[in-house]
Nanobody, 126 residues
């Protein structure tokens, strides 16, 4: 059974950090580009961090310098380290994977992704 399961969300004060994890099962991440998306209430889903198969990364301007996407293919895990969090980072965060033959390809279009997790809530508030 193909599955992505996020964890690590929660409540954090502005300026704090959180580390999100995404466990993949039923397939291997080696052949997949990866992405983290978020959706705040009343807003469209937004891509925040992307990784190609060869490990190159790309970030939305809103999180650049604060968020880091990484993966451990041996463990079939994807991570999102979030530092210097702001109230506007409050959202449900989703990991997603896209199978691609192109090892350098980033996938920023949410509609192209094959698999999605169920999401984890991140709330930044004092």
């Amino acid at each position: 059974q193909v599955q992505l399961v996020e964890s690590g969300g929660g409540l954090v004060q502005p300026g704090g950090s959180l580390s999100l994890s995404c466990a993949a099962s039923g397939f291997t991440l080696n052949d997949y580009a990866m992405g983290w998306f978020r959706q705040a209430p009343g807003k469209e889903r937004e891509g925040v961090a992307f990784s190609s198969r060869d490990g190159n990364t790309y970030y939305a301007d809103s999180v650049k310098g604060r968020f880091t996407i990484s993966s451990d293919n041996a463990k079939n895990m994807v991570y999102l380290q979030m530092n210097s969090l702001k109230p506007e980072d409050t959202a449900v965060y989703y990991c997603a994977t896209k199978r691609t033959r192109l090892i350098r390809r980033f996938v920023s279009n949410a509609h192209e992704y094959d698999y999605w997790g169920q999401g984890t809530q991140v709330t930044v508030s004092s």
